[in-house]
């Protein structure tokens, strides 16, 4: 498919500068944003701006030239190293994964022979995603992290639903370290980055202190913004998003090369169409949560739209969000990286406005509670529920109201999380929404799968608001 194809044909990169350069840094500053950076890919031509500082302590300001962390758009780019085995004849998708990494322990050793490359690529792996182990700085961390996985919970049979899976990612990277014999850094450097020709890309803060960085930037207890007091999360989690850095440009350069049916500006093929293909198709459907896609292909999420597919990541790490949104069919990308404050407000008003601009296409608004919403019962989402970093409580008071409460241990608990009490009202089927926005979203929790209690009631097996947690007695 052509980077050539935007609706709006040559007029297309000028609209986009123009707009950019009237609007962004406004906008920027508007949602209380300390600094942003975007890039806008219409009609084979990148168009860029700039708004805010990398940091509210040093006051830099923020320039086409500024890496930020991407996050977990790093699963894009994972899953092209992956595929690129695939192209290679080293990886069948489908055959198990332990055929390949026979160094993989979990918890429930039955489940993991049942496991695939494709379950994890497609968050379907059914093992607990949220595991933050750090195993130091060294490059063996992620050999090191996966030799940490010998008690990972299983949560629910591989293939049987989606849940949005960090530690999964990790393995892949593991995966990659394994067939291709160096260490997964060097290997995105290597097989994406220099054939592209992207020299900013950063895989650590060693590439990236290079460059000018942001700083990412977190709300303390008086809810003003100040900078966070760690860059980036432990390199044990690289391949799932903890660092990968760089500039907006340099992540449309890899997407051009996705949109080139896997071709490189100078004619170097760096993956196959097929796989190109295969990454943006259709593999499981999504309950409706806030946010997220209405599938997941093979590391990509896609979202229906009359006016065309679109595939897409977001990212976030410490105060620092990223968003990528791609219109194949109409060559148009739009990747925009910030550094703290509304970002998500800033996302609807700049991101989703331009999309349409460009494209036609209405990404979907973010659900937000009914006026007068229905009264259903509740009875079989009441209860317990737990994974390894929240304790999950629905509950019903005498006036009928539902409350979720989220208490964090671990990890989260470790680095300061509070509990959270949620009232939730009924959103769509088995679906309930919070009343009251958290972080700028409301967030939607699905009711998914049914047991029978000890009583022979009916209950639901998982609540799930893009990660499943389980319930538990």
């Known amino acids: 498919m052509s980077t050539q194809d935007s609706p709006l044909g040559t007029d297309a990169p000028q609209a986009a500068a123009t707009w950019l350069a009237e609007n962004f840094a406004d906008l920027v500053t508007e949602h209380g944003v300390p600094g942003a950076t975007i890039a806008v890919l219409a009609g084979g031509e990148v168009a860029t701006a700039a708004g805010g500082v990398t940091s509210l302590a040093t006051q830099v300001p923020v320039d086409s030239e500024t890496v930020f962390q991407i996050g977990s758009i790093t699963k894009i780019w994972t899953t092209t190293l992956v595929l690129q085995l695939v192209d290679d004849g080293l990886l069948d998708l489908d055959q198990p994964l332990l055929d390949y990494l026979p160094e993989l322990v979990i918890g429930d050793m039955e489940a993991a022979k049942a496991l695939t490359t494709r379950h994890l690529l497609t968050h379907t792996a059914g093992f607990e995603g949220d595991i933050f182990t750090d195993t130091g700085r060294g490059e063996d961390a992620i050999e090191k992290y996966v030799a940490t996985l010998t008690d990972l919970p299983q949560l629910f049979a591989p293939g049987e639903t989606f849940s949005y899976n960090n530690t999964g990612f990790v393995v892949l990277g593991r995966l990659v370290e394994v067939l291709r014999a160096k260490p997964y850094d060097e290997v995105l450097l290597e097989r994406i980055a220099a054939p592209l020709g992207l020299e900013r890309v950063s895989p650590s803060p060693y590439e990236a202190i290079r460059h000018r960085a942001a700083t990412g930037h977190v709300a303390g207890e008086d809810g003003e913004l100040a900078p966070a007091t760690s860059w ?89 969000a990223a968003f990528l949104r791609v219109v ?15 970002v998500f407000g800033l996302f609807n008003d700049v991101v989703a406005t331009l999309l349409t601009r460009l494209t036609g296409v209405e990404l979907p608004a973010r659900p937000t ?102 319930r538990v007695e």
């Open 232 to 320: 980036a999360l432990a390199r044990s989690k690289a391949p799932a998003g903890s660092m990968l850095a760089m500039t907006p440009t340099d992540l449309l350069g890899f997407v051009r090369m996705h949109l080139d049916r896997g071709v490189a500006p100078d004619g170097t093929r760096v993956l196959s169409a097929q796989s190109v293909q295969a990454m943006q198709s259709r593999e499981i459907d999504l309950p409706r949560l806030a946010g997220m896609g209405d599938a997941w292909g093979l590391g990509w999420e896609l979202f229906d739209a009359p006016q065309g597919a679109v595939v897409a990541h977001d990212g976030g790490t410490i105060g620092q």
């Open 328 to 342: 194949p069919e109409a060559g148009v990308a739009i990747a925009m990286l910030t550094n703290g404050g509304d």
């Open 369 to 470: 509670p009914p006026a007068d919403p229905q009264q259903v019962d509740v009875s079989r989402y009441l209860g317990h529920y737990a994974d390894t970093i929240y304790d999950i409580t629905v509950s019903q008071d005498p006036d009928g109201r539902v409350w979720l409460d989220r208490q964090p241990k671990d990890i989260h608990a470790e680095i300061g999380e509070k509990p959270i009490r949620f009232e939730l009202v009924h959103l769509v089927d088995d679906s309930l929404i919070t009343v009251e926005d958290y972080r700028g979203i409301h967030v939607v929790f699905a009711f998914i799968g049914s047991v029978t209690s000890a009583s022979g009631a009916d209950q639901a097996k998982y609540v799930h608001y893009g990660r499943v947690v389980a």
